[in-house]
């Protein structure tokens, strides 16, 4: 199985629809879980952190189920400019590990 | 704060040529990577450090080095360049372990 692993789309999805992403992780003690936006040709920015009891910034909505090991990302009212490729990050905190460990994406496309 | 910084933008080499690419990051952040990005996949990890002098293996780091003489200073060197390393290239850093990483504007290197 993959440390972290997502659908990697496409998700062609209306201007002004919902859409979600979830993402599975392999380690359960992974500690802290990150969503990453990656737009064509540049590098990954991050979009949010996500903690335990889920958080919200504007439209976007990210959940973490540590019984099930994955995380989601929700997106309302999507925009033109939501288009990107999103990247779900975790670090598994073992001792000694220094690294954060990425998913291969998912690829989002909003439609006008 | 210009961040995290990178040159040259894009490269080509031919087979069995050297380089360095540069990374350079004005937040005193003690902790930086070197990932690379291949078409529809992940990052991964070529090297990362955890301050000046301290340097260590990623997941794919055969056919690099680097070094950490400075805190700002992360350069990746490249020995023998082979196809396989044509990608993108992205130098990351971060102030803490396992916290969000930010990324440099990225190298594009292709090898002829």
């Known amino acids: 199985r993959k440390e972290v692993e997502q659908d990697p789309g496409p998700f062609n999805v209306p201007e002004g629809a919902t859409v979600a992403f979830n993402c599975t992780y392999s380690?359960?003690?992974?500690?802290?879980f990150f969503w990453y936006r990656q737009d064509c040709r540049k590098e990954p920015k991050l979009l949010m952190s996500v903690y335990s009891s889920g958080n919200e910034d504007g439209r976007f909505t990210a959940q973490l189920n540590r019984a099930s090991q994955y995380i989601s990302l929700l997106i309302r009212d999507s925009k033109l400019s939501d288009s990107a490729t999103y990247l779900c990050v975790v670090n598994p905190f073992n001792f000694g590990n220094e690294k954060l460990t990425f998913g291969t994406g998912t690829r989002l496309t909003i439609i006008p | 704060n210009a961040g995290v910084t990178q040159t040259p933008k894009f490269r080509i080499l031919k087979i069995g040529q050297s380089m360095t690419l540069q990374c350079a990051q004005d937040m005193n952040h003690n902790y930086m990577y070197w990932y690379r990005q291949d078409p529809g996949m992940g990052l991964k990890l070529i090297y990362y450090s955890v301050g000046a002098g301290i340097t260590d293996k990623g997941e794919v780091p055969n056919g690099y080095n680097v070094s950490r003489s400075t805190t700002e200073d992360f350069p990746l060197r490249l020995e023998l360049a082979a196809p396989s390393q044509t990608s993108v290239y992205f130098c990351a850093s971060t102030p803490r372990r396992g916290e969000t990483q930010y990324f440099g504007p990225g190298t594009r290197l292709l090898v002829l």
């Open positions: 380690n359960s003690a992974s500690q802290s």
